[in-house]
């Protein structure tokens, strides 16, 4: 079965959604239960900013200058972190823009971490229990489409997303979790 360590559900915040945009905050959950979230202070040339975005999140320019760590401090924490895992972004184009902005401004190789699309830790965990119960691998499709439009409708009536990458992390964790829960209670059917 799937080792909860080794999974992670990662999500930015970031300064716009424009090309010159930049992350300025970062978290993590992972599926054992540990987790972080850090307030990233741009580098110089970071000078990106859109006031829209800024009030979608609640995080300000001064903010991130006073209370975030510098951005070699955060990239290579999240190296010695994350190396290693499987991790999973619900936008990992967007995520992975930023992810590599990060590293590489702070000297380190841009592909140091890779991310996923969480979609592919949901078929993961489904295909696992499926797979573990002896379900007639003829039905996986369907009941793993019916799970996730279950667990879908149940993650909607939670309401618009945080906006705030720890919370969003969070919530990636809780949507996974849900989901294997729905495919052990469809496998034991079985």
């Not at 930015?12 to 970062?26: D, N, R, T």
């Not at 900013?49 to 290579?76: C, F, T």
């Not at 990458?165 to 079985?190: M, P």
């Amino acid at each position: 079965m799937t080792c909860l360590t080794n999974i992670v559900f990662l999500d930015f915040e970031a300064s716009s959604l424009g090309k010159q945009s930049y992350p300025i905050e970062v978290a993590w959950a992972f599926a054992s239960g540990e987790e972080e979230s850090h307030l990233i202070r741009p580098a110089e040339s970071w000078t990106d900013w859109d006031a829209k975005a800024g009030r979608i999140h609640g995080i300000s320019r001064e903010q991130l200058k006073s209370e975030g760590r510098s951005l070699e401090d955060v990239a290579q924490r999240m190296v010695s972190v994350l190396t290693g895992r499987s991790l999973y972004a619900t936008a990992p184009s967007w995520d992975g823009k930023w992810l590599s902005k990060l590293l590489r401004a702070a000297g380190l190789p841009r592909h140091a971490l890779r991310l996923e699309d969480t979609e592919m830790a949901h078929k993961r965990v489904m295909r696992d229990v499926l797979r573990t119960a002896q379900v007639p691998a003829d039905l996986h499709r369907t009941l793993m489409q019916d799970i996730l439009a279950q667990a879908q409708r149940s993650d909607d009536e939670l309401g618009a997303t945080a906006h705030r990458a720890l919370a969003d992390a969070q919530r990636e964790r809780r949507l996974w979790f849900d989901i294997r829960r729905r495919a052990e209670e469809v496998a034991g059917q079985f």
